[in-house]
């Protein structure tokens, strides 16, 4: 593209801590050809030396800063609502693109997708070899929020994200399911690819592990109608089985127990979705469709 031309894309990234990989994320987003039309952070905990950093690095880029922990999902509720573009790219304080042209893909995937609301890139992690690009897309349950772009206008319909500091096990799949139930549809693409600079290793983290337990009974809590209260029951002794064959024990009782009181103090957000809604997005989950 011509020099200086950007994308009508907003792109947000999330941040918490890593202030060398935030700022690293930040330089190849701006070197993007075409780079995207606005750039948003957001810092969590109100880390002021990091919004300072990225300020004195990119004074053009708008920061934002909690100044209590919201949690990732937090953090884009609050960048998509000061948004100035109708297609918004997300990332972690630690993704970003593979291609330079990933903004020009995620609008032309968004054109020949006009059912989408959100698109959901192929991420690549540490270690990793990176998959050539297919133009290849399947319609999918749930997405990556590190890894994903969003109609704005669908994002705001659901109300956005459930703020949670340690959000694993919930944040994306309870969007996924919100917008699910609204008609919305999630599609992920092999053309748009993400590098995911981790190799995981803090989900291991006890307290990470912890809250993958509490966060499914969450969901359950929240979404899912009485009668299926059964199979989300299922979803959790599945988790904790499959956190103790991979060796994550430290954290699942603690998960266990804080329960009860993790979903009281989210009580007022519980919105129950019709059985056939949730069934039909787990279906999707177990299958996703061809598109």
Same mark, same amino acid.
């Given at each position: 593209?011509?020099?200086?031309?950007?994308?009508?894309?907003?792109?947000?990234?999330?941040?918490?801590?890593?202030?060398?990989?935030?700022?690293?994320?930040?330089?190849?987003?701006?070197? %993007?050809?075409? +780079?995207? +039309?606005? $750039?948003?952070?957001?810092?969590?905990?109100?880390?002021?030396?990091?919004?300072?950093?990225?300020?004195?690095?990119?004074?053009?880029?708008?920061?934002?800063?909690?100044?209590?922990?919201?949690?990732?999902?937090?953090?884009?509720?609050?960048?998509?609502? $000061?948004?100035?573009?109708?297609?918004?790219?997300?990332?972690?304080?630690?993704?970003?693109?593979?291609?330079?042209?990933?903004?020009?893909?995620?609008?032309?995937?968004?054109?020949?997708?006009?059912?989408?609301?959100?698109?959901?890139?192929?991420?690549?992690?540490?270690?990793?070899? $990176?998959?050539?690009?297919?133009? +290849?897309?399947?319609?999918?349950?749930?997405?990556?929020?590190?890894? %994903?772009?969003?109609?704005?206008?669908?994002?705001?319909?659901?109300?956005?994200?459930?703020?949670?500091?340690?959000?694993?096990?919930?944040?994306?799949?309870?969007?996924?399911?919100?917008?699910?139930?609204?008609?919305?549809?999630?599609?992920?693409?092999?053309?748009?690819?993400?590098?995911?600079?981790?190799?995981?290793?803090?989900?291991?983290?006890?307290?990470?592990?912890?809250?993958?337990?509490?966060?499914?009974?969450?969901?359950?809590?929240?979404?899912?109608?009485?009668?299926?209260?059964?199979?989300?029951?299922?979803?959790?002794?599945?988790?904790?089985?499959?956190?103790?064959?991979?060796?994550?024990?430290?954290?699942?009782?603690?998960?266990?127990?804080?329960?009860?009181?993790?979903?009281?103090?989210?009580?007022?957000?519980?919105?129950?979705?019709?059985?056939?809604?949730?069934?039909?997005?787990?279906?999707?989950?177990?299958?996703?469709?061809?598109?």
């Amino acid at each position: 593209m011509a020099p200086g031309v950007t994308a009508p894309v907003t792109a947000i990234v999330t941040g918490h801590r890593r202030v060398d990989d935030l700022l690293s994320t930040l330089r190849i987003l701006s070197e %993007c050809d075409p +780079a995207p +039309a606005e $750039i948003l952070v957001h810092v969590d905990g109100g880390e002021r030396g990091t919004a300072a950093a990225v300020n004195r690095a990119y004074p053009s880029i708008h920061v934002v800063v909690s100044p209590e922990r919201v949690g990732p999902g937090g953090g884009r509720n609050r960048l998509l609502a $000061i948004a100035a573009h109708p297609l918004v790219a997300s990332f972690d304080d630690d993704s970003y693109p593979v291609d330079s042209d990933y903004f020009a893909r995620v609008v032309r995937v968004f054109e020949e997708f006009p059912d989408a609301a959100i698109i959901d890139a192929q991420v690549f992690h540490l270690n990793e070899a $990176i998959a050539p690009d297919r133009r +290849a897309a399947m319609w999918v349950a749930d997405f990556s929020g590190g890894a %994903c772009a969003y109609r704005r206008d669908w994002f705001l319909k659901t109300g956005g994200y459930l703020p949670l500091p340690l959000a694993y096990g919930m944040e994306e799949v309870d969007l996924g399911l919100r917008v699910h139930a609204m008609g919305g549809r999630v599609l992920r693409s092999s053309w748009l690819r993400v590098f995911h600079n981790t190799d995981l290793a803090r989900h291991a983290l006890p307290e990470v592990t912890s809250a993958s337990v509490a966060n499914l009974a969450l969901l359950t809590y929240l979404r899912y109608p009485v009668a299926l209260w059964i199979v989300g029951a299922g979803q959790i002794l599945n988790r904790v089985q499959w956190l103790m064959r991979h060796g994550r024990r430290a954290g699942i009782v603690s998960g266990l127990i804080h329960i009860p009181a993790h979903l009281a103090h989210h009580r007022h957000y519980r919105q129950p979705l019709p059985m056939a809604t949730v069934q039909s997005f787990l279906s999707l989950r177990r299958q996703p469709v061809p598109a």
